[in-house]
């Protein structure tokens, strides 16, 4: 099992900066592939970003590239979501997700078997 709590989650203007944060438990983190999703109101879960469980592959949604950064430090068992240049469109509760790896292919938007509560990120206008 794998627990995750994400964190970091706010209020802020658009133009402005968080950054989420995603610790985890239970699971060697070095072998968990790492991701963030989003969810509006009235809206379906989207992909934001991944990461694998080395570090060395990143993926991020076009509406986000270039913004948003994700990165891990397993040292810390914890992934990070750097949100800078926030838009009013990017008002969502954020979610991270994990799965273990061991072997094979990585693939950044499907297949996480383990969610975080999810944290509320709001960008007023």
């Known amino acids: 099992q794998v627990q995750l709590v994400e964190s970091g989650g706010g209020l802020v203007q658009a133009g402005g900066s968080l950054r989420l944060s995603c610790a985890a438990s239970?699971?060697?983190?070095?072998?968990?592939?790492m991701g963030w999703y989003r969810q509006a109101p009235g809206q379906e879960r989207e992909f934001v970003a991944a990461?694998?469980?080395?570090?060395?592959?990143?993926l991020y949604a076009d509406s986000v590239k270039g913004r948003f950064t994700i990165s891990k430090v397993n040292a810390e068992n914890t992934n990070y979501l750097q949100m800078n240049s926030l838009k009013p469109e990017d008002t969502a509760i954020y979610y991270c997700?994990?799965?273990?790896?061991?072997?094979?292919?990585?693939?950044?938007?499907?297949?996480?078997?383990?969610w975080g509560q999810g944290t509320q990120v709001t960008v007023s206008s």
């Open positions: 997700g994990a799965k273990v790896r061991l072997y094979g292919t990585w693939s950044p938007t499907t297949g996480y078997a383990y």
């Open positions: 990461i694998s469980w080395s570090g060395d592959n990143l």
């Open positions: 239970g699971r060697t983190f070095n072998s968990l592939d």
